[in-house]
Every structure is written in structure tokens, then in C-alpha cells.
């Protein structure tokens, strides 16, 4: 788990994107979730899913698909998932960036 303030050596300092408490808490309750898995697994595949669709709302998952896998490759950083889960947890993150009470 990451703490406020740390900075990961080799990493640029960013601020947290504002879901992340929520996923902190949620994601071992995901059905994509594995024994094993950490915060920093899934952080940058919330992260993608929620910034996409706060820029453009109005998209199509389906069609948005491969801008969000360019996105989630150029910042998963030491992210242990596959595509294949890391698309699970975008796709969650982007249905709740839909709702803007959703935080």
C-alpha cells in the first residue's frame, strides 16, 4: 500500500487520483482480484479507467478499448497483471467514472 507522501525511487511524485481511496478498500472484493495481488497491481489500470472516462464520458467502452490498453502499457509501471485483468479493472473504474456521486 502505498503512503502519502512516499515517493516510489525512480518515480515522479503524483497525486493521487481522487477514486483511489474507494479502490484502496474495494479491490480485493473484485471477482478479477487474485490471492497475492497488491494496491499497486491495480492502481494504474483505476487510474486509466477513471481518467478516460471523466475526459470523455459520452464514450463507448468498446470503442475506447485501445486508446485505455495505450494508456494502462505507458503507466502500469511494475503492475503484475496481463491485459486480460488489467481490462477488468479498467472497465470497472470507467463504469464508476460515470456516476459523479460515484467517489
Known amino acids: 500500500m502505498s503512503?502519502?507522501?512516499?515517493?516510489?525511487?525512480?518515480?515522479?511524485?503524483?497525486?493521487?487520483?481522487?477514486?483511489?481511496?474507494?479502490?484502496n478498500q474495494q479491490y480485493r472484493s473484485e471477482p478479477y482480484y487474485l490471492e497475492?495481488?497488491?494496491?499497486?497491481?491495480?492502481?494504474?489500470?483505476?487510474?486509466t479507467g477513471y481518467a478516460f472516462r471523466r475526459r470523455d464520458p459520452a464514450a463507448e467502452f468498446a470503442a475506447a478499448e485501445d486508446q485505455m490498453r495505450r494508456e494502462w502499457e505507458g503507466r502500469k509501471g511494475s503492475s503484475r497483471l496481463d491485459w486480460s485483468r488489467a481490462r477488468l479493472a479498467i472497465q470497472r473504474a470507467w463504469e464508476r467514472g460515470a456516476d459523479p456521486h460515484g467517489m
Do not use: H, K, L, N
Open 36 to 47: 497475492g495481488d497488491t494496491y499497486e497491481d491495480y492502481a494504474a489500470a483505476y487510474e
Open 3 to 23: 503512503t502519502p507522501g512516499y515517493q516510489i525511487p525512480g518515480r515522479t511524485a503524483t497525486e493521487q487520483f481522487p477514486d483511489s481511496g474507494y479502490w
